[in-house]
């Protein structure tokens, strides 16, 4: 059963963008959920990008920080990630995920590519 759905990932030059949406299921949702991006490149290991609490505060890994943005729309069930600036080594799959009543729910991860 698919609870969270990624989408937007692709092929990016450095210094493009990229938005990555992340769609959840009706039962894998809650405005008290907290939010989270992950990735993980090649041969390393997952990794935290950014986060969202349900207050709506963030917070972001100190090599995306500036460069990225966490949101959501709790009226579609949707978050997001907008990446700007993008380099080389933000090349990874990216994972969404959700804190849903302290069980974390994933989606399948998006492949993300930035060339030179």
């Known amino acids: 059963q698919v609870q969270l759905v990624e989408s937007g990932g692709g092929l990016a030059q450095a210094g493009g963008s990229l938005r990555l949406s992340c769609a959840a299921s009706g039962s894998i949702f809650s405005i008290n959920d907290v939010l989270l991006w992950y990735r993980q490149a090649p041969g390393k290991q997952r990794e935290s990008v950014a986060g969202m609490t349900p207050a709506g505060s963030t917070s972001y890994a100190d090599s995306v920080k500036g460069r990225f943005t966490i949101s959501r729309d709790n009226a579609k069930k949707m978050m997001y990630l907008q990446m700007n600036s993008l380099k080389l080594e933000d090349t990874a799959v990216y994972y969404c995920?959700?804190?849903?009543?302290?069980?974390?729910?994933w989606g399948q991860g998006t492949q993300v590519t930035v060339s030179s």
């Open positions: 995920a959700r804190t849903h009543y302290g069980v974390n729910y």
